[in-house]
């Protein structure tokens, strides 16, 4: 792996996946291909180690053209598929750009992939990634088993539907033309850099100001809570010792409610915040209309990874969790800026009717 095309890489995984690569490879070309919508933020990238070896571009996926282009100046051998749009909230409210990025996006990326890879006949010593999630696999009851990669697919939600047809259609590419890719289906990540209309950093930002915490219906959703370093690295050993045309489930091996996620993260603001102005902070949880077609359960039998490349999840919750707060406690300008964005405030206002001022 020489010259690494990393898409979406200035959202939440994708930026810590760029900081990992840098950390731990040094010597791979990243080239980083994001069209910083809403939630793209390229200055999360502004204090990389190595920079030479850094490049952004400012473009779509669904740009065919660009990406050929891409592909062939900048001999690109290995690409990580992150971007998409990512918040099933969204897509609820509005699932246009979810059925574009996600599937049409994707199957620009593949078709590109194709055309340079085979024309140039690096076959070889090329590999395709994509990301997705384990959404697409749908919703456990409390006793079933986790999800594997023998699971059928029964995704809920129009974002769930959107990664399952990527999925296909990277699968479709390794059978029917030979494209070397590899799938992951990932658990819930949290820790820095990650948007605040997900659950955790919402949360943290909500408590620290003073506003209502919203949980959906009764909290008791569960979902398999996975640092987000530990993606990376999971990542990255799939990139190197993975086979290709295969899947990989990747998971915490964390399972809790949604009630008592918030629950730990108000706990630990307790202890952390140094002026103890809306201590509990669990007293500002605020019960609130459920998400409709909600999830019940996730959860992830991580035993192909394990065994067979030889990873496992290495944060446990409370450490990583305490690690996302405080880089949240330190980047308050991160926070300003994002939080005062006109999206945002719109979306907050949207989505719980009340304001970043809680009005
Ligand atoms: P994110 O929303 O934080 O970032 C997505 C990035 O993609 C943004 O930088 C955005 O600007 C970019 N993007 C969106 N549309 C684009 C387009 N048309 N062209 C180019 N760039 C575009 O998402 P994330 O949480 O970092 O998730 C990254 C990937 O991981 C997604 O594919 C998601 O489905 C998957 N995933 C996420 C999680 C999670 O818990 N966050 C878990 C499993 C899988
Ligand atoms: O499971 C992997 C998925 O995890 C990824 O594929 C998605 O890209 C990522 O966004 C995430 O999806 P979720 O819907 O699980 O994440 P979110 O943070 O939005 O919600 C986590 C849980 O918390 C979910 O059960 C809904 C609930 N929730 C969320 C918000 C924003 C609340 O109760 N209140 C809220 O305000």
Known sequence: M??????????????????????HYPHINILNLDALTYAGNP?????????????????????AA??????LEYQIDTIVHFAAESHVDRSIADPAP?????????????????????????????????????????????????????????PNSP????????????????????????????????????????LIPLIIINALNGKPLPIYGDGKQIRDWLFVIDHCEAI????????????YCIGGNTQITNLEMVEIICSLLDEKVPTPKYRPHKNLIHFVPDRPGHDR???????????????????????GLSQTIDWYLEHQEWVSTTLHKNNYQMWIQY?????QDGE
């Open 66 to 71: 660009l990406i050929e282009k891409i592909l």
């Open 43 to 63: 200055d999360n990238l502004s204090n990389l180690p190595n920079p030479d070896h850094y490049h952004f571009i400012q473009g779509d996926i669904r740009d």
């Open 2 to 23: 020489k010259n690494l095309l990393v898409t979406g890489g200035a959202g939440f995984i994708g930026t810590n996946f760029i900081y990992y690569v840098q950390r």
């Open 236 to 247: 990255m050993e799939i990139l190197i010792h993975g086979q290709t045309g295969e899947t």
């Open 159 to 198: 974002y769930a539907a959107s990664k399952a047809a990527s999925d296909h259609f990277v699968r479709a590419y390794y059978r029917t033309y030979g494209l070397p890719v590899t799938i992951s289906n990932c658990s819930n990540n949290y820790g820095p850099f990650q948007y605040p209309e997900k």
């Open 98 to 154: 979810f059925i574009s990025t996600n599937v049409m996006g994707t199957c620009n990326l593949l078709e590109a992939a194709r055309k340079t890879w085979k024309s140039n006949d690096k076959t070889g010593g090329v590999k395709f990634h994509h990301i997705s999630t384990d959404e697409v696999f749908g919703s456990l009851s409390p006793n079933d088993r986790p999800f594997s990669e023998m699971t059928p697919y029964n």
């Open 351 to 355: 989505q719980y009717g009340f304001n």
């Open 297 to 319: 359960r996730y959860a992830i039998n991580t035993n192909k990874i394990k065994n067979t490349l030889g990873w496992q999840p290495s944060k446990d919750i409370i450490s």
